[in-house]
Nanobody
């Protein structure tokens, strides 16, 4: 059974930083692909960061240069370092996992709230 458990959400002020973690079990980060998603109130969920099994990363323009996705294969844990936070980063954040051979995400975490105040 696959489980993804996020942690590290909370509140920050504009310009501050937060670090999210996503601990995986039953799914190997060394062979799979992982994404970070967020959904703000009243908006659609968006994928803004992705990391391949190789460690290669891609980012949406809205977070590029401010957010960094990384992983520790030994701990089977995904991370998201968020710097220079803005109020528009306020959302529920989710990690998700998929086979790198499939475009669809199969497994999802429960989400963690991030709130950025001005």
């Amino acid at each position: 059974q696959v489980q993804l458990v996020e942690s590290g959400g909370g509140s920050a002020q504009t310009g501050g930083s937060l670090r999210l973690s996503c601990a995986a079990s039953g799914f190997s980060l060394s062979t799979g692909c992982m994404g970070w998603f967020r959904q703000a109130q009243g908006k659609e969920r968006e994928e803004f960061a992705h990391i391949y099994y190789t460690g290669a990363t891609t980012y949406a323009g809205s977070v590029k240069g401010r957010f960094t996705v990384s992983k520790d294969n030994a701990k089977n844990t995904l991370y998201l370092q968020m710097d220079s936070l803005k109020p528009e980063d306020t959302a529920m954040y989710y990690c998700a996992a998929r086979s790198c051979f499939s475009p669809e995400y199969t497994y999802w975490g429960q989400g963690t709230q991030v709130t950025v105040s001005s």
